[in-house]
């Protein structure tokens, strides 16, 4: 059975910066792409940053490009999420997921096959 756990959620001042984890399992992580998605209240979930198996190759949203980072460690299956220089509009339910493949050219809900239960961010400002 798949599992995949996201944490480190919370409430942050506008400018502050929290570190997101996901640890998946039932899974031989290091052959799964991992993305990192979000949803607003009454807003679709959206792709905020994908990661090949390696770790070598990701994929940014424009909003996340400059303040985010993505990176992973294959050794303790973990999958992480370095947010800086927080907006209120980043205020969302965060999801991690897994996927057999991945795609350079975007980061999507319908490429990722096993998903958490997400961790919430709310940014003050």
């Known amino acids: 059975q798949v599992q995949v756990v996201a944490s480190g959620g919370g409430l942050v001042q506008a400018g502050g910066s929290l570190r997101l984890s996901c640890i998946a399992s039932g899974l031989t992580f290091d052959n799964y792409a991992m993305g990192w998605f979000r949803q607003a209240p009454g807003k679709k979930r959206e792709g905020v940053s994908c990661i090949n198996w390696s770790g070598l190759n990701t994929y940014y949203a424009d909003s996340a490009k400059g303040r985010f980072t993505v990176s992973r460690d294959n050794a303790k299956d973990r999958l992480y999420l370095q947010m800086n220089n927080l907006k209120p509009d980043d205020t969302a339910m965060y999801y991690c997921?897994?996927?057999?493949?991945?795609?350079?050219?975007?980061?999507?809900?319908?490429?990722?096959?096993?998903w958490g239960q997400g961790t919430q961010v709310t940014v003050s400002s």
């Open positions: 997921a897994a996927a057999a493949s991945f795609r350079a050219d975007r980061c999507e809900t319908p490429d990722y096959d096993y």
